[in-house]
């Protein structure tokens, strides 16, 4: 058997890339601290949509699940708060999920997303704007997939897809509803239809049926909509290959108009109806939207507007009037608002995340653009309410945590330091509640996942990454943002291209030798956490990389690339933005950038965790890792699979497992430094899920 006793310096990184919640508390943490506990009792605002008249806000407050609920993902509540006042009234409220608010052009009512009912499919409702009873508008055989107001107020545009035929419903009846994999798909099909009157609904008019429709918009006269769609209905080709169209409502005449060739964002037509604002890709190789572009209604050419060689990645347009876009972006770890006329020229800065020390969400203006609602967080608390007049800072409406306060968070800070190659690398630090004067602390990286994707200046601690409880629990935690994020520019993210594991984990490991020959972490226990790519990541460490960590939680990670390739609901993606080659002509480099490849090397604990119905990266990636690991005569290594979980955990047992789980199997191989070889930590932890269970 392999010596798996500590061998001179050996480092221990988290890398959570995900998600995270919360629960149980007290035995982990210092009383002042964020406990496990407390993390399930945090709310959030997630969207906010503020009124025609720029008086009200319509917002969605979420929350999780009570441990003995029954399981699901996060409770959503509707909330309308007074501008003016700021004072809030509940208007939809319990264990409901209502999503995307939009308010009627005439602001007297406003229409969300709900299912009501275990059997229901999702529909569109509405709610008088001055109170009242909630009342469907949609009687869809299928659920409701995104919706928007023709411009009139009278009728509702939405996307579902076709019910099921007779014949297709007595067939599965039967027992004959066989998979025919990517063949047989059902588009998202675009439909216009009345409000109901007197109880009467409308029959819906079917305006697209043989394309997928991911998102549209009405022209403000309500003549057009201009909208995203693919052919076929594959979230692959929803990432790579969605194409904008515009499509008359006189006569239903469908034509192209634009072909972004590579990922698209949301698009938003100007005031005057007369050009298209978007988001999109610089080049069908840039894995995210980066760009902002425009084009006019009789045109086929967009104009990139973004800044040359812009240093960040743009997220979100609109327009702030006939003449100007308004754009959103991440620049390094902070958020920014800029204007720039529709012809080009320099941008105006509006508004300075860093500045204001927030990170905000989109903006989504009254009629007049005058008053802006936005969602955003901060290091100090998740994300909250803000209204902004387009001038000073964003004002807070929303407490959603009115304890927080009393808890003691890790302070927060930006971190720089040299890759092995010189390059400049920006992450973010949060340092321990409390410190050993003593001793120098234990370190948990934790890795996000994308790799398109980077953390931001605000809130961090969700139920995969819990980063404000391990400071808590005395832990140093650094969240890299390493070559291959976004909000750095084409150029950075690009250099994950076709290099997987390559530069982007040495940053990681380069980070870690700078905090330890800083003297701030402790060389000898390090842990990491990470999902997804960062899964990818904690899989490296575990195993190429292992004399740098101590122990892992892999999170719905990836262990070979080789076999990934074929099992993952997105091949073209990974193909285009990723890899840049076909397999058969990068096997050699798959195989060897594959943790599998190095497990006989690792000397880390490694906790893998996951959904088991995951389709992105399909649970035989944990599998293979762990049987690798395990046949390899390994002795610290544990798999955990969630049953209907996908890519990330929904429904709180498994936010809730995912959570305690991770911070003992940190605790037991980081911070008290157990044996490899020995006891593992405890398997069973149903005594502190918060349940009321029968004794053992």
């Given at each position: 058997?392999?010596?798996?006793?500590?061998?001179?310096?050996?480092?221990?990184?988290?890398?959570?890339?995900?998600?995270?919640?919360?629960?149980?508390?007290?035995?982990?943490?210092?009383?002042?601290?964020?406990?496990?506990?407390?993390?399930?009792?945090?709310?959030?605002?997630?969207?906010?949509?503020?009124?025609?008249?720029?008086?009200?806000?319509?917002?969605?407050?979420?929350?999780?699940?009570?441990?003995?609920?029954?399981?699901?993902?996060?409770?959503?509540?509707?909330?309308?708060?007074?501008?003016?006042?700021g004072q809030a009234r509940p208007f939809i409220t319990g264990q409901v999920a209502v999503s995307a608010p939009e308010w009627s052009p005439d602001g007297r009512l406003i229409a969300f997303l709900l299912k009501r009912g275990d059997d229901a499919k999702t529909q569109i409702w509405t709610i008088p704007a001055d109170g009242g009873e909630a009342a469907p508008a949609t009687q869809s055989a299928t659920d409701v997939l995104a919706f928007r107001?023709?411009?009139?107020?009278?009728?509702?545009?939405?996307?579902?897809?076709?019910?099921?035929?007779?014949?297709?419903?007595?067939?599965?009846?039967?027992?004959?509803?066989?998979?025919?994999?990517?063949?047989?798909?059902?588009?998202?099909?675009?439909?216009?239809?009345?409000?109901?009157?007197?109880?009467?609904?409308?029959?819906?008019?079917?305006?697209?049926?043989?394309?997928?429709?991911?998102?549209?918009?009405?022209?403000p006269d309500g003549a057009r909509i201009a909208l995203a769609a693919t052919e076929r209905n594959l979230v692959d080709h929803m990432y790579m290959f969605q194409k904008i169209y515009r499509l008359e409502l006189a006569d239903r005449a469908l034509t192209p108009w634009v072909d972004p060739d590579g990922k698209l964002g949301r698009l938003a037509f100007s005031p005057d109806g007369a050009k298209l604002a978007y988001t999109a890709a610089a080049e069908r190789k840039d894995h995210a939207e980066s760009q902002v572009y425009v084009v006019a209604q009789g045109g086929r050419t967009p104009r990139n507007l973004t800044p040359p060689d812009f240093a960040g990645h743009v997220a979100w347009a609109g327009w702030q009037d006939a003449d100007t876009v308004l754009y959103l972006a991440g620049e390094g770890v902070s958020q920014t608002l800029s204007a720039v006329a529709w012809r080009g020229g320099e941008r105006r800065l509006l508004l300075d995340g860093a500045a204001c020390g927030l990170v905000f969400g989109a903006p989504h203006a009254a009629r007049d653009g005058r008053v802006m609602a936005m969602t955003g967080?901060?290091?100090?608390?998740?994300?909250?309410?803000?209204?902004?007049?387009?001038?000073?800072?964003?004002?807070?409406?929303?407490?959603?945590?009115?304890?927080?306060?009393?808890?003691t968070l890790g302070r927060q800070e930006v971190i720089r330091y040299a890759a092995r190659d010189g390059r400049s690398i920006e992450g973010l630090l949060v340092h321990p509640t409390a410190e050993e004067p003593s001793r120098k602390p234990p370190l948990v990286v934790v890795v996000h996942g994308g790799p398109e994707a980077h953390y931001a200046n605000g809130w961090l601690t969700r139920y995969s990454e819990p980063v404000q409880v391990l400071a808590g629990m005395g832990y140093l935690v650094f969240l890299p943002n390493y070559r291959a994020s976004t909000g750095y520019g084409v150029a950075f993210a690009a250099e994950g291209y076709g290099d997987p594991a390559g530069k982007e984990f040495d940053d990681i490991a380069d980070g870690i030798d700078h905090l330890v020959c800083a003297g701030m972490a402790d060389a000898g226990r390090v842990g990491l956490i990470g999902g997804s790519y960062g899964g990818y990541a904690a899989a490296w460490f575990a195993s190429y990389y292992t004399r740098y960590v101590r122990a892992v939680c892999m999170f719905v990670g990836i262990s070979d690339l080789v076999s990934k390739r074929g099992t993952t609901d997105i091949p073209y993606e990974e193909l285009q933005v990723h890899s840049g080659k076909p397999l058969e002509q990068m096997w050699e480099l798959a195989l060897q950038r594959s943790p599998l490849y190095h497990a006989a090397k690792s000397r880390t604990a490694v906790l893998i965790i996951g959904g088991a119905q995951d389709t992105r990266v399909h649970p035989s990636q944990s599998l293979e890792f762990y049987r690798q690991l395990k046949m390899t005569g390994h002795p610290a290594v544990r798999l955990v699979q969630y049953p209907g979980e996908g890519h990330g955990n929904r429904k709180q047992p498994g936010r809730i497992d995912t959570l305690l789980r991770q911070l003992d199997w940190l605790d037991w191989y980081v911070r008290d430094l157990k044996p490899l070889d020995g006891p593992l930590p405890p398997l069973d932890l149903s005594d502190r899920y918060g349940l009321t269970l029968p004794d053992r």
């Open positions: 058997m392999r010596d798996f006793r500590p061998r001179g310096r050996h480092l221990t990184v988290v890398v959570l890339g995900l998600l995270l919640a919360g629960l149980t508390a007290g035995a982990f943490a210092a009383p002042a601290a964020l406990s496990p506990g407390d993390m399930c009792r945090l709310r959030s605002v997630t969207e906010a949509r503020i009124s025609p008249d720029g008086k009200w806000i319509a917002a969605v407050v979420s929350r999780q699940r009570e441990a003995g609920d029954a399981p699901g993902g996060n409770y959503a509540e509707l909330h309308v708060w007074s501008v003016e006042t107001w023709h411009p009139d107020g009278s009728r509702l545009a939405y996307v579902a897809q076709p019910s099921p035929t007779a014949r297709e419903q007595e067939l599965e009846k039967k027992g004959y509803n066989f998979i025919y994999f990517e063949e047989n798909l059902k588009p998202r099909a675009l439909h216009l239809v009345g409000l109901p009157a007197g109880g009467v609904f409308p029959e819906p008019v079917l305006l697209v049926g043989d394309l997928s429709v991911w998102d549209f918009c009405f022209s967080h901060a290091a100090a608390h998740p994300t909250e309410l803000f209204v902004w007049t387009g001038t000073g800072e964003p004002r807070r409406l929303s407490w959603s945590n009115p304890w927080l306060p009393e808890r």
